[in-house]
């Protein structure tokens, strides 16, 4: 006879740290040179980094909600059942937002 009525639930999806890991090989030729891979674009050159996702988060929290560095630490690790970031990782957000926007900033003030 058909649907008699619909319900819909909105959520959030679980919040969950996920780790990639990044192999850098290196290999010996046929010619005996050897010859080291590189890391994908973008990944730090650091045994371990954050991720684009966490990084805008942060700024996210800091900038525009305004959350305290602490806090924002505080609340990753609450959200993502861990440790969240370093206070010294989460403010070294700050100036590096600001230098990736520095030359946007200077082009609409000129």
């Not at 954050?50 to 560095?69: E, I, M």
């Not at 440790?83 to 000129?110: D, E, N």
């Amino acid at each position: 006879m058909g649907i008699e009525r619909s319900h819909q639930t909105h959520d959030l999806p679980e919040i969950r740290i996920t780790v990639l890991q990044h192999d850098v090989y290196r290999v010996r030729c046929a010619c005996g040179r050897e010859h080291v891979a590189a890391l994908p674009d973008g990944v730090s050159l650091a045994p371990s980094s954050y991720g684009v996702n966490l990084r805008s988060l942060v700024v996210y929290l800091l900038v525009y909600q305004h959350v305290p560095v602490g806090r924002c630490v505080e609340l990753i690790g609450d959200l993502t059942g861990g440790a969240g970031p370093s206070s010294g990782f989460v403010q070294s957000m700050l100036t590096r937002c600001a230098a990736a926007v520095r030359p946007t900033v200077t082009l609409i003030k000129r």
